[in-house]
Each structure stands twice: as structure tokens, then as C-alpha cells.
């Protein structure tokens, strides 16, 4: 097995500097965030010297400033990216015709078989790194592995600008020293669990017990267990077949009968859906909702948009209504959002949707690095605290729906 993970390095702070007409370089303190005017919001990117500060996305500007004075505060350009990252993937698609995008700024891309075409996955890495920096001016970090989680890991390994090679034959040479939470999707909290247990690396955990793990952990215990391992099944799917639709349901713990409790539920389906919409680049033109009732009967309604949209308030703008008059009171035991007729074409704003549009996205961008960082439920809405649902429709981002 062969596959690349393809990672742009720091990408919207990249893009400012690319489009800067060599007013900014890769070494100028630069951040993107919300409202540089106000000096307010939250950082969305910074470039290498300011996160060397700790300077880090998802932080309040003020709190960045306070680390780099005299960083460089630029509005973000969403448009830009859009194009920025169209032009990536045609790149990465000219190596493999199997690629799946992950996020805006980053693909994994299938190579298995392309190797008579371009060399040896570590030429074709060392090839993709130096067409993007040539043609695009932007950097990214490569990393080749035998499944998905060694192509991840080894992106992360190093960059900026840098190939990794990982498998099995270095996977604990290379991994286990790292601290535990360095994982795919090892969050905050299971890496202070773990820690309590005396885990402190990636290597404490893979020579962990799995009945331990797993009475700890649950399901999720024997997974960190594989991934330490560098044990990854993931098939990756090609984009045309995740173009068609993108959903997500779940069967309620308890029956939600208000109609406080099915929005609720309503809004954690929508952020969980509107998240996986924007880690594969895409935007929904059609929006649906489905409710199964105690007593199994189903309904569904669905939308079309007056636009494309990714946006989580904007698409729950839309189900939020249909929900109700479907429900009328009703006890409902699952609820499901849907997603369809998806583009990734570019943005297209009227001046008096894009300042709120803006601001919106910019709340989503937040939570996604977070939730990338230290698992989904890092991030939880107030109204959304008292939601459950049952552990076997548990949230993945890798989920295919």
C-alpha cells in the first residue's frame, strides 16, 4: 500500500503572503483573523515565526497580540482559498486518480499503481511539493505511509516544506516517543485520562492492555490501540463518490417531545454534517432534514438553498423550520440531516449577506481546528449540552453516510 497525505503549511497565512506581491514573506509576523480593525475575534492562521511565539488558531487575537506585538493582522479572503485549493487538487489529481480531499487545505491521495507513471511514492512527493511551491507559492508537507493514519502522521512529523516516509519498518522509531496527544483524534481530555493511567507517549499506549483501554475508553479504547500501532483499514474514497451527498443520523437515548429538545438535536446533526461538508471542500444546494417517531413512522423535508453554503448557522437557518413542521409535538426517537447537490465551486455573496457570512464562517473555522486538534466534542453549544445519543451513531469524521 501506498498513500500520500498532501498537508498545505499554514494555509490562509500562506495565501496572504502569496497574494501579498512580496509585501509579506513566509518569515513576516503575520496573522489572519476576523476583524483586524477591531483587534478583536479569533486567530484563523499565522505564519511559522508567530507560532513559534505559541501563537496558535482557534486563540483570541488579543491573546496573540499579547505574544507578538507587532504581528501583521490581515482580514481573510475566502474567495482566495477557494481557488488557492481548486488549483491544489488539480495537481494532486494529476498524480492518482484517486484522491480524497480533506478539508480545504489538505488530500489524501491513493498511489497504488501510479508508481510506473511517476517513480516511487517518495519521488512523486518530492515531485507534488515542488510543482505546488513552483506554480502556487504556497509549501506543504507530504507525508507517504502504508495506510491513512502513517500518511497523516508523517505530515505532521515536519514541515514546513518537508516529505516524511512512514511505515512499519520506522513507525516506532519515529511515533512512539511522541506525546500521546500528538495521535489522530487523541483530544484533550482522553490525553488527561491516559496520562492519569502513566500513558505519556504514543509508544505507552501502543504496549498498553487492550481490556484496560477498552474498559476505560469503550469502543474508542481498542482504536487508539490500533492507531498507536500504526494499524489503519480506512478505505479511501475517491471524490466521485463522495460528491453525491453527505449525511448524518442519529437514534436519540431518550425521546425528544419539545420543541427545545429536537432543535437541539437538530443543531448537533447540522454541526456534525457541516463539518464533514467542509473538510471535503464542498457546499450543499439542497438541505433535508428526517424524523422517525416513537411509534417508527418517518417524515422528511428537504430545501433547495438560495445558495451554495457550507456555513453551520446558514444550514440550520434552513432545517430549523422544516424540523418543526414535521415534528408538531410528536416524540421523536431519531433525527438525520442531509445534504445535497454539493459544488465546490466558489462562493458567491451579495454585500448584504457577506459581513454576517463572514463572521459565521469564521466561527466554524475556529471550532474545525479544534475539533481537529482535540476531538469533536471539544467544542459544544449550550443549547446542544443536554442532547444524547446512542454510542453505536457516535461521530467520526471519517463516517461515509
Given at each position: 500500500m501506498s498513500i500520500l497525505h498532501v498537508d498545505l503549511n499554514s494555509f490562509y497565512a500562506s495565501c496572504a503572503v502569496a497574494d501579498s506581491g512580496g509585501k509579506y514573506t513566509a518569515e513576516t509576523p503575520l496573522i489572519v483573523c476576523g476583524d483586524p480593525k477591531k483587534r478583536h475575534g479569533i486567530v484563523l492562521a499565522a505564519t511559522y515565526p508567530v507560532k513559534h511565539r505559541g501563537v496558535r488558531a482557534g486563540m483570541p487575537v488579543w491573546q496573540a497580540l499579547s505574544l507578538y506585538p507587532n504581528a501583521v493582522l490581515v482580514p481573510?479572503?475566502?474567495?482566495?482559498?477557494?481557488?488557492?485549493?481548486?488549483?491544489?487538487?488539480?495537481?494532486?489529481?494529476?498524480?492518482?486518480?484517486?484522491?480524497?480531499?480533506?478539508?480545504?487545505?489538505?488530500?489524501?491521495?491513493?498511489?497504488?499503481?501510479?508508481?510506473?507513471?511517476?517513480?516511487?511514492?517518495?519521488?512523486?512527493?518530492?515531485?507534488?511539493?515542488?510543482?505546488?511551491?513552483?506554480?502556487?507559492s504556497l509549501t506543504v508537507s507530504v507525508g507517504v505511509g502504508d495506510n491513512m493514519i502513517m500518511a497523516k502522521m508523517g505530515s505532521d512529523y515536519k514541515k514546513p516544506d518537508a516529505v516524511t516516509v512512514v511505515n512499519a519498518e520506522n513507525w516506532e522509531r519515529l511515533m512512539w516517543p511522541l506525546p500521546v496527544e500528538s495521535l489522530m483524534y487523541i483530544g484533550r481530555a482522553s490525553a488527561r485520562r491516559l496520562r492519569a493511567m502513566g500513558v505519556q507517549t504514543i509508544g505507552d499506549l501502543a504496549r498498553q492492555d487492550q481490556a484496560a483501554l477498552r474498559a476505560l475508553f469503550g469502543v474508542n479504547g481498542h482504536a487508539m490501540w490500533e492507531r498507536a500501532n500504526g494499524r489503519d483499514d480506512t478505505r479511501l474514497i475517491s471524490e466521485p463518490e463522495q460528491q453525491k451527498s453527505v449525511s448524518h443520523s442519529t437514534t436519540l437515548e431518550r425521546d425528544a417531545c419539545g420543541d427545545a429538545a429536537v432543535c437541539a438535536a437538530l443543531l448537533r446533526q447540522t454541526e456534525q454534517t457541516a463539518y464533514r461538508l467542509r473538510h471535503a471542500g464542498l457546499r450543499a444546494c439542497v438541505a433535508?432534514?428526517?424524523?422517525?417517531?416513537?411509534?417508527?413512522?418517518?417524515?422528511?423535508?428537504?430545501?433547495?438553498?438560495?445558495?451554495?453554503?457550507?456555513?453551520?448557522?446558514?444550514?440550520?437557518?434552513?432545517?430549523?423550520?422544516?424540523?418543526?413542521?414535521?415534528?408538531?409535538?410528536?416524540?421523536?426517537?431519531?433525527?438525520?440531516?442531509?445534504?445535497?447537490?454539493?459544488?465546490?465551486?466558489?462562493?458567491?455573496?451579495?454585500?448584504?449577506?457577506?459581513?454576517?457570512?463572514?463572521?459565521?464562517?469564521?466561527?466554524?473555522?475556529?471550532?474545525?481546528?479544534?475539533?481537529?486538534?482535540?476531538?469533536?466534542?471539544?467544542?459544544?453549544?449550550?443549547?446542544?449540552?443536554?442532547?444524547?445519543?446512542t454510542e453505536k451513531d457516535d461521530f467520526t469524521p471519517f463516517a461515509r453516510h
Open positions: 481573510p479572503e475566502y474567495a482566495r482559498y477557494t481557488e488557492y485549493s481548486e488549483a491544489f487538487m488539480q495537481i494532486i489529481r494529476s498524480y492518482s486518480p484517486v484522491t480524497m480531499r480533506y478539508g480545504i487545505d489538505e488530500s489524501y491521495v491513493d498511489y497504488n499503481g501510479c508508481e510506473h507513471l511517476f517513480g516511487a511514492p517518495e519521488t512523486a512527493a518530492h515531485a507534488i511539493r515542488e510543482r505546488v511551491k513552483q506554480e502556487l433535508g432534514v428526517h424524523l422517525r417517531y416513537t411509534d417508527l413512522q418517518y417524515e422528511s423535508a428537504q430545501k433547495t438553498l438560495s445558495r451554495a453554503t457550507d456555513v453551520t448557522d446558514e444550514l440550520y437557518g434552513v432545517l430549523r423550520p422544516l424540523a418543526l413542521a414535521l415534528h408538531r409535538g410528536r416524540a421523536v426517537r431519531q433525527i438525520g440531516v442531509s445534504f445535497g447537490r454539493l459544488t465546490g465551486e466558489a462562493e458567491q455573496l451579495s454585500l448584504f449577506d457577506a459581513a454576517r457570512h463572514v463572521r459565521m464562517r469564521a466561527l466554524d473555522e475556529a471550532t474545525d481546528t479544534l475539533r481537529d486538534k482535540f476531538g469533536f466534542d471539544i467544542v459544544r453549544r449550550m443549547s446542544t449540552l443536554g442532547f444524547a445519543h
